[in-house]
C-alpha cells in the first residue's frame, strides 16, 4: 500500500530565504508525482508535475526533483516571498492509476 | 475550459438528511476523482472512475457513501444518512489517461452535518 509522507509538517521562514520541502512514498512504482498549493479556504492548484522518468522540472522560483529508487521527492523554492505562503502538497499516482496525497506543509514566510 | 465545476460550494444540513455534491469533470477527460479534506486526516482518497466506471472504492468510509457517473460530463457523491463527523470538505479532481496525467481540482464543497 502506497503511503506519502511531508516533513517538515509547518515551516516559517523570513521572506527571501530559498527552502527546500520533503516528500517520500513508500512503493518506488509510481506514474508520475505531483506538487499542489493550496491556500486557506481553497482548492487545490497544481505547481509541477514530474513523470517518473523524470528527475526534475522547474517553474520560474520553483524546482521538484524526483529519486524512484530512494522515494522522495523535494520542492525547491529561491527567494521566498509573503505570497508564497500557503499548504504544500505532493501526491504520487501509482501503476493503478490512485492518486495518493501526503499530509502537507504549511509554510509562512514572514515579510 | 471552464476547469472541474463542483456544486453546491456550501451545504449545511441536519443529521440523517441525504447530501448529494456534484462535480463536472474538465471536457475530455477520463478519470474523475473524490476526495475529502479534514484536519485530523487530511486529503483521502474515497473513489475513483475511469471512462464512468468506478474502479476502486475502497475509500469509501461506509455505505452510506455512494459515487455515480452516469456519463462522462456528471459525477455524484452521495450521503444518505448524513451525520455530523462527515463535515469535511469534499473535492473532486479529474485528469486525462493519456500524457503526463496532470490532476486537476474542483474549489471544493464544504458539508456541514448540523
Known amino acids: 500500500k502506497q503511503e506519502v509522507t511531508q516533513i517538515p509538517a509547518a515551516l516559517s521562514v523570513p521572506e527571501g530565504e530559498n527552502l527546500v520541502l520533503n516528500c517520500s512514498f513508500t512503493?518506488?512504482?509510481?506514474?508520475?508525482l505531483q506538487w499542489f498549493r493550496q491556500d486557506p479556504g481553497k482548492g487545490l492548484t497544481s505547481l509541477l508535475l514530474?513523470?517518473?522518468?523524470?528527475r526534475e522540472q522547474t517553474s520560474g522560483r520553483l524546482n521538484a526533483s524526483l529519486d524512484k529508487s530512494s522515494g522522495r521527492s523535494t520542492l525547491y523554492i529561491a527567494a521566498s516571498q509573503p505570497g508564497d505562503s500557503a499548504t504544500y502538497l505532493c501526491?504520487?499516482?501509482?501503476?493503478?492509476?490512485?492518486?495518493?496525497f501526503g499530509p502537507g506543509t504549511s509554510l509562512s514566510v514572514i515579510p | 475550459d471552464a476547469g472541474v465545476i463542483q456544486s453546491p460550494r456550501h451545504e449545511v444540513t441536519e443529521m440523517g438528511q441525504e447530501v448529494t455534491l456534484r462535480c463536472k469533470p474538465i471536457?475530455?477527460?477520463?478519470?474523475l476523482f473524490w476526495y475529502r479534506q479534514t484536519m485530523m486526516r487530511g486529503l483521502e482518497l474515497l473513489i475513483y472512475f475511469n471512462n464512468n466506471v468506478p474502479i476502486d472504492d475502497s475509500g469509501m468510509p461506509e455505505d452510506r457513501f455512494s459515487a455515480k457517473m452516469p456519463n462522462a460530463s456528471f459525477s455524484t457523491l452521495k450521503i444518505q444518512p448524513s451525520e455530523p463527523r462527515d463535515s469535511a470538505v469534499y473535492f473532486c479532481a479529474s485528469s486525462r489517461i493519456r500524457g503526463p496525467g496532470e490532476l486537476f481540482f474542483g474549489e471544493g464543497s464544504r458539508l456541514t452535518v448540523l
Open positions: 512503493d518506488s512504482a509510481i506514474y508520475n
Open positions: 471536457s475530455g477527460h477520463d478519470y
Open positions: 514530474i513523470q517518473s522518468s523524470q
Open positions: 501526491a504520487v499516482k501509482t501503476s493503478y492509476d490512485k492518486v495518493i
